[in-house]
């Protein structure tokens, strides 16, 4: 089993759709998390970071359930600008911020 | 403006060449990241380095090298013995553990 897991998609939606994606994870020592957005041939962006209370910035609102052991991204009324690749990374509990990362789900939102 | 440089952007690489690709970052971070992303994957991490003259091998450091002389800079070298070096490389870096890491642009490097 991976690390970290990601339904890879793509999810084509709507504009003006509500989508979520989860994101799974193996080690329950896991202390932090985030959700980056990576543009085609660009670097990944942080988008948020996820607490244990949620977190919420405009249209995203993200969830962390540690007894399942994933974190989940909800977009509401999705733009076209939101067609990327969301990778989800947690980073353990060792001595170093290593962040394992997710292979990405691809959204598609169309007009 | 703060944030983390990379170099070249685009990269090509002969047979039996060592590159390197370069890594600086303004942001005063302790720790630095540099990961290969290949076509459709996730981002694996190559090597890392915590603090000034101490790095960490990561995931698939086999065929790289690195050097932390100073804070700001992590140059990546990529040495023949890798010979599937075709990818984009990331450079990170972020303030402490538990923070998130902020990424450069990347540099795509490929084999002529």
């Known amino acids: 089993r991976k690390e970290v897991e990601q339904d890879p998609g793509p999810f084509n939606v709507p504009e003006g759709a509500t989508v979520a994606f989860n994101c799974t994870y193996s080690?329950?020592?896991?202390?932090?998390f985030f959700w980056y957005r990576q543009d085609c041939r660009k670097e990944p962006k942080l988008l948020m970071s996820?607490?244990?209370s949620g977190n919420e910035d405009g249209r995203f609102t993200a969830q962390l359930n540690r007894a399942s052991q994933y974190i989940s991204l909800l977009i509401r009324d999705s733009k076209l600008s939101d067609s990327a690749t969301y990778l989800c990374?947690?980073?353990?509990?060792?001595?170093?911020?290593?962040?394992?990362f997710g292979a990405g789900t691809r959204l598609a939102v169309h007009p | 403006d703060g944030g983390i440089t990379q170099s070249p952007k685009y990269l090509f690489r002969k047979e039996g060449q060592n590159v390197t690709l370069s890594c600086e970052q303004n942001?005063?971070?302790?720790?630095m990241y540099w990961y290969r992303q290949d076509p459709g994957q996730g981002l694996r991490l190559i090597y890392y380095?915590?603090?000034?003259?101490?790095?960490q091998k990561g995931d698939i450091a086999e065929g790289y090298s690195v050097s932390r002389e100073k804070k700001e800079s992590f140059p990546l070298t990529v040495t023949s013995a890798q010979k599937n070096p075709t990818a984009f490389y990331l450079c990170?870096?972020?303030?402490?553990?538990?923070?998130?890491?902020?990424f450069g642009a990347g540099t795509r490097l490929s084999v002529l």
């Open positions: 990170a870096s972020s303030p402490k553990r538990g923070d998130p890491q902020y």
């Open positions: 080690n329950s020592a896991s202390q932090s």
């Open positions: 996820v607490y244990s």
């Open positions: 990374g947690n980073a353990g509990a060792g001595g170093y911020n290593k962040l394992i």
């Open positions: 942001l005063n971070h302790d720790a």
């Open positions: 380095s915590q603090i000034v003259n101490d790095f």
